[in-house]
Every structure is written in C-alpha cells, then in structure tokens.
C-alpha cells in the first residue's frame, strides 16, 4: 500500500468507512446511504454530498470501481486496495476497542 494513499485513509472517516464497507457487494450511492442508515439504527447518515464526493475520490485513488449502470444508477465495488485499507482500519479499530477495555494492559 502507498504511504500517500496509507495517509489520506488511515483513520477513515466514518462516513467513508461506511461508504467502503457497504461496497464489499455492487451497490450504488443511494443504496448505500440506505444500507448506513439500516446498519446503525439512522445514528449515521451520508448526505448526497459527501456520498458522491467520497465515491469519486475512493474511485480517483483506486480504492472502488465502476462496474456498471443499472437504472441510471452506476454501481460501484471495492477494489483489492481498497479491501487492503478496508481490513487495516478493522484491524486499527478492533486494536482501539482491545485497549479501551484494557485487553492489552498489564495490570
């Protein structure tokens, strides 16, 4: 993994974390605000702006791609970089959880 791509995801933003999970199956902008807000009980929601904002960077950077259109809607899917950021920052996440019950503390 690149380091400028490693500094630009790692930590995520929630919302892009979301964004990036959600893309593991084919699903397009709208259906993954859906999915977010089904997901965590509409405690986190994606505007339109930060959806389409984050999809295009995610897909500039080479972290999703274009697979295809289906009523008018374009589909996108993770990439194999962007599984490698998706599972660094589950990695980073579980390690933060781990500590904050002090699983990793000597006592």
């Known amino acids: 993994m690149d380091d ?5 995801y790692i930590p995520m933003t929630e919302s892009g974390f979301y964004i990036l999970y959600c893309l593991q199956q084919p699903q397009h902008g709208y259906g993954i605000a859906q999915q977010v807000k089904k ?18 960077k995610m897909e500039q950077d080479g972290l999703i791609r274009f697979c295809r259109e289906e009523e008018k809607r374009k589909l996108y899917q993770i990439t194999d970089l962007g599984r490698e950021i998706l599972d660094t920052e589950i990695r980073r996440i579980e390690r933060l959880y781990k500590n904050s019950k002090g699983e990793n503390c000597d006592e």
Do not use: D, E
Request: aromatic share 4%.
């Open 39 to 56: 997901m965590t009980g509409a405690a986190v929601t994606i505007s339109a702006g930060t959806m389409y904002g984050t999809l295009s």
């Open 4 to 8: 400028k791509i490693r500094r630009i």
